[in-house]
């Protein structure tokens, strides 16, 4: 019995390692993704911007309608994001950020991005070319 034990424990917690090893590596290629994002911006590199958004990418902006005083969605795809980055993004501005990884689970993951001037949540997806972009809400600080 102390021998079946010692067996279940050891497998225990070489999987455990093998996990918490991939799930760590996970993480860091979420960061990294996340750096090209929030570093693109700052310093005005499309190849980085382009790179950490998918072709889907919706980023959306709650913005206060003056006529009615609703809340609606402003919305920026892709092709817009690595657009306004190539005209400079934030280049003048303070580029001091944090990233923040809530959480990952198999090909999907979710992490906020906290910057001098925006609060971004995040959803990003694993694909063939690696980790990406697929949702943004931000807001202005």
């Not at 960061?31 to 590199?45: H, S």
């Not at 923040?100 to 910057?115: G, H, Q």
Request: glycine share 6%.
């Amino acid at each position: 019995m102390k021998y079946l034990l010692l067996i279940f424990a050891t497998t225990f917690w070489l999987m455990a390692n093998a996990q918490n090893h991939q799930n760590a590596e996970e993480k860091t290629a979420v960061e990294n993704t996340l750096r090209d994002y929030i570093e693109g911006w700052y310093k005005g590199d499309t190849v980085r911007m382009d790179r950490s958004l998918h072709d889907d990418l919706v980023k959306r902006i709650p913005v206060r309608d003056n006529s009615d005083n609703e809340i609606k969605l402003r919305l920026v795809p892709k092709s817009r994001m690595v657009e306004l980055t190539g005209e400079g993004g934030g280049e003048s501005l303070d580029g001091t950020y944090q990233i923040f990884v809530d959480d990952i689970e198999k090909n999907i993951a979710t992490a906020r991005v906290l910057s001098l001037e925006y609060l971004d949540y995040v959803h990003l997806v694993k694909t063939t070319e690696g980790w990406q972009i697929v949702n943004i809400l931000f807001c202005s600080r």
